[in-house]
């Protein structure tokens, strides 16, 4: 594994990966907060549902990059 930094900004309302996604980066919450998402039925019309908030410092994609995982 090579460790890389590269700073991304991003805008608000961006999508960094989906469930099912093949983890290919470890992200770490530098500035603001990054809501993790469960999407909703669009059928039935209802927003997608915040199921946790991460703030700066916090990590996130690590294990399954590290398992090799989706």
């Known amino acids: 594994?090579?460790?890389?930094?590269?700073?991304?900004?991003?805008?608000?309302?961006?999508?960094?990966?989906?469930?099912?996604?093949?983890a290919e980066h470890m992200h770490v919450v530098v500035r603001g907060d990054v809501s993790v998402l469960i999407a909703k039925d669009k059928e039935d019309e209802e927003e997608d549902v915040e199921v946790s908030r991460l703030r700066s410092g916090q990590t996130f994609g690590e294990e399954d990059?590290?398992?090799?995982?989706?």
């Open 1 to 22: 594994m090579v460790l890389s930094s590269l700073g991304t900004e991003l805008a608000a309302g961006t999508t960094l990966y989906r469930a099912g996604d093949a």
């Open 65 to 70: 990059l590290l398992a090799g995982s989706k």
